[in-house]
């Protein structure tokens, strides 16, 4: 088996490889033509894409992320693309719980009194509690900080992502709604979003980017959020309307906390940067320690069926 990975794959993660399986490293800098039974992606687009000219055939590409949005033009005809769902599991449920806790327990507001050496200003935390707590009042002594405890919470993409944030809320004692592809056990439909959306303290999305996703979260769906209600995108940045994400931010109506954003990356002087009520980071959740000893391990899993003729792992259909 002809098996064509990035070059800066680390040579030790080869162990994960079964026996059969004749690695070929891919640089920046090809120049022949490649026949391959597997081809591995590198993680920038731009790199795979420079590549693909240099691919003559191919069986199988599989990408090293859960979502392929990126990659759907450069997968040649005849061939199956396999995305690495489940490989991502554990950084992103880890991001998505940080950030829910961040933005409930106004971190970035902390930090940048923290920046600026003044702790007497922090009564300005309870205008951001009572912000998202509409009819309450100032309380005694001051509500400094939000609780995650009792709050409801809409997954919406309930893939294994979803089930890892899930498990990674148990302990908060929320109360947990999912949205899926299809309607299946406690999961409800696509169709149901804009009768949930309403009743969530808290959504989560985690949806692939599809010509059906894309701007799904726009300035309507926005405005029937839950006054004070928390926005976490983990997905993709398109998924969600930029102007109308800002113009809501502005009116402090929600608040968010975004690993992904449209455009990506964002740009300077873009108006993300100085909206207020969010929490930005630049696309790291998925990237851990962890990270590549998964990719390899799942790769040689696939490695092993396709040797073996089994099915493979997480064919994409669709787009996703």
Known sequence: MHLGLPEEIDPSLFRFLPEGVDVTRIGTKLTGELDLDMWVLPLNPKQAAAARPHIRSVHVVQ??????DAFLSLVPEGATLCDAQGVHDIPVAEWILAAILASLKYIPFYVHLQAAGDWKQ???????????HPGE?????PALADELTGKTVLIVGYGSIGRATEERLKPFDVNVLRIGRRQREGVEAEDRLDDLLPQADIVILLVPLTEQTRGFMNRKRLAVMKQGALLVNAARGPVVETDALVEVLHSGRIHAAVDVTDPEPLPMGHPLWSAPNLLI????????????DRVMRFIGDQCRRYLAGEPLAHVVTEGY
């Open 281 to 292: 980071t630049p696309h790291i959740a998925g990237s851990s320690p962890g990270m590549m």
């Open 137 to 141: 009042q100032p309380k005694t002594p």
């Open 122 to 132: 922090r009564i300005g935390a309870e205008t951001l509690y009572l912000g998202t």
């Open 63 to 68: 990408s090293q992320y859960a979502g392929v």
